[in-house]
């Protein structure tokens, strides 16, 4: 996990790390995004323009220093407190106003399904910006992200990554993903937009009649108002990420955040600097892929290939 407050933005969450929670606040629990974000940000600007270190706050606040640090960090698996939050931004310097607002953000701050759910929790921060964000881009070099797989993809997806798990485990996290898909059907869905490599299409995932489907799925899908996919084709050669799998997610009010997947976990930016990066590069990727009406073409041929 990184210094609050550091250059960089990086949090590094692995599967099987140990975070803990508020213990001056009990049990730990999961908050929601984009509430989140503005939360930990308006605690920290605060902070910031009183220039108090986070050993003043916690001294005045009557909070250790790691909990006014968690405060301040949004990836935090904790649910903010109220009368802590008050606390934290009297002692940060805040007016009456700015203090009340951030006190109404922590009141109203649901708590997620995830929580206690089959969702690892690595994955619980951008499982909590999807439930309030309003749009997502997503690269996905390997397979097919997890917000447009079928459930029998996802099945062989988790049977192939969790070859220890027994197999009721693996029903349980693929149940939480079908879950997490609900985004896309909500009353205001997430607009999602995803570039696939070619390749994607090309690996046999389960076997052919659990490919056939997915290919499906993902023309049926393409074809939604809030869904864009676009193929990124062999013919492209090079492109802008030379990485692996990546999301960008935000809203038009609220900062935005990249997660970056990894084996058994995930990075987490939210940095300016970090999210403009990854955005100029989906951009570029949007660019170098045929658009969607070529894509669905794409789609269509691949999935021939099937039968």
């Known amino acids: 996990m990184h210094e609050v407050g550091s250059e960089t933005g990086l949090a590094v969450i692995a599967a099987g790390g140990q975070t803990d929670g508020y213990s001056e606040e009990g049990p730990q ?25 986070l050993e003043e706050v916690a001294k005045l606040s009557g909070y250790g220093k790691s909990t006014v640090g968690r405060y301040e960090d949004w990836r935090s698996r904790a649910k903010p407190v109220p009368r802590a939050v008050r606390a934290i931004a009297e002692a940060a310097g805040g007016r009456p106003a700015e203090v009340a607002a951030l006190v109404r953000l922590a009141e109203d701050m649901p708590e997620g399904w995830w929580v206690g759910a089959a969702v690892p929790e690595w994955l619980h921060p951008l499982v909590s910006l999807e439930h309030e964000a309003q749009y997502e881009s997503a690269f996905a070099p390997s397979v097919v992200p997890g917000l447009l797989q079928t459930r029998d993809y996802a099945l062989a997806i988790h049977l192939a990554e969790q070859v220890r798990q027994p197999l009721d485990k693996v029903t349980e996290l693929v149940e939480g993903r079908m879950r997490r898909q609900e985004v896309l059907t909500r009353h205001s869905p997430l607009h999602l937009w995803v570039v696939l490599d070619q390749a994607v299409l090309r690996r046999e995932v389960g076997d052919r009649t659990v490919m056939a489907a997915q290919l499906d799925h993902l023309i049926e899908q393409s074809q939604q108002p809030n869904i864009d996919i676009q193929i990124l084709p062999w013919a492209a050669g090079a492109h802008a990420a ?40 989906m951009d570029y990727l949007r660019s170098q892929a045929v658009d969607t009406t070529g894509s669905l073409k794409i789609l269509a041929a691949e999935r021939k290939e099937y039968r």
């Open 242 to 281: 030379g990485l692996g799998h990546f999301v960008t997610i935000g809203s038009d009010d609220v900062l935005g955040a990249v997660y970056v997947e990894m084996l058994g976990g995930g990075f987490y930016m939210d940095s300016a600097t970090d999210v403009r990066r990854y955005t100029v590069a």
């Open 29 to 53: 629990m999961t908050s929601t995004g984009p509430r989140r974000l503005q939360l930990a940000a308006g605690l920290q600007k605060l902070r910031e323009r009183s220039g108090r270190t």
